[in-house]
């Protein structure tokens, strides 16, 4: 089955505790890209990546990093984790960056307190 | 800049009465125009799309017409279900562009029995 898979679904942590959000693609997609969802904002991109070793920053950057070793992993790193950064985080793919649709995983939701 | 416009939330219906949910966009270029839909505890799944103007999206009953002159894109089902119940996002992406979908605010539709 076609899919994005994140992991964990839920986390909790405190203040300065370095995570990292797991992401994988099965439909071989160049695209990646992570967003936050928070209420009142829709979604909003943090990072995106067009293919192997090529990321950049989205409109969210701030307090996050990633990294594309490999074409269906893309990870999101959260160094030294803040409460501003408690929210709904997605991880999406597509086949290119023209109009495919983009296909979601089923978030995770990360408690900083 | 670009911009996504939903009319606020949540919207209660009745079942099987008609939905319209306005969205309206601001683009440089030419964008193509989306409507996801996200149940509770899921990621967003793609609903319909229009990729030119006056391109009507369809799917599970919901219609959208790409409308260039009003630059809007309102969604609409004739009759709503129960099952029908969820957050809509409306998102447009531009083909010139890193190919970040930009997202509304959502609008969440309560459909009572």
Not at chain 1, 43 to 56: A, C, F, G, K, P
Not at chain 1, 87 to 99: H, M, V
Request: some cysteine; charged content about 20%.
């Amino acid at each position: 089955e076609a899919q994005v898979t994140q992991n964990p679904r839920y986390l909790i942590t405190v203040t300065g505790k370095k995570l990292t959000v797991t992401c994988s693609q099965n439909m071989n997609h160049e695209y990646m890209s992570w967003y936050r969802q928070d209420p009142g904002l829709g979604l909003r991109q943090i990072y995106y990546s067009m293919n192997v070793e090529v990321t950049d920053k989205g409109d969210v950057p701030e307090g996050y990093k990633v990294s594309r070793k490999e074409k269906r992993n893309f990870p999101l790193i959260l160094e030294s984790p803040s409460p501003n950064q408690t929210s709904l985080y997605f991880c999406a793919s597509k086949a290119d960056r023209r109009n495919s649709p983009l296909h979601f995983g089923n978030g995770t939701r990360l408690t900083v307190t | 800049g670009n911009s996504v416009t939903q009319m606020e939330g949540p919207v209660t219906l009745s079942e099987e009465a008609f939905l319209t949910i306005n969205c309206t966009y601001t683009a440089t270029g030419y964008p193509s125009l989306f409507w996801y839909v996200q149940y509770p505890g899921e990621g967003l799944q793609l609903l319909l799309k229009a990729t030119k103007a006056d391109d009507k999206g369809s799917n599970k009953g919901f219609e959208a017409t790409y409308r260039k002159e009003t630059t809007s894109f309102h969604l609409e089902k004739g009759s709503v279900q129960v099952s029908d119940s969820a957050v809509y996002f409306c998102a447009l992406t531009l083909s010139s562009n890193t190919g970040k979908l930009i997202f509304g605010q959502g609008t969440t539709l309560q459909v009572k029995p």
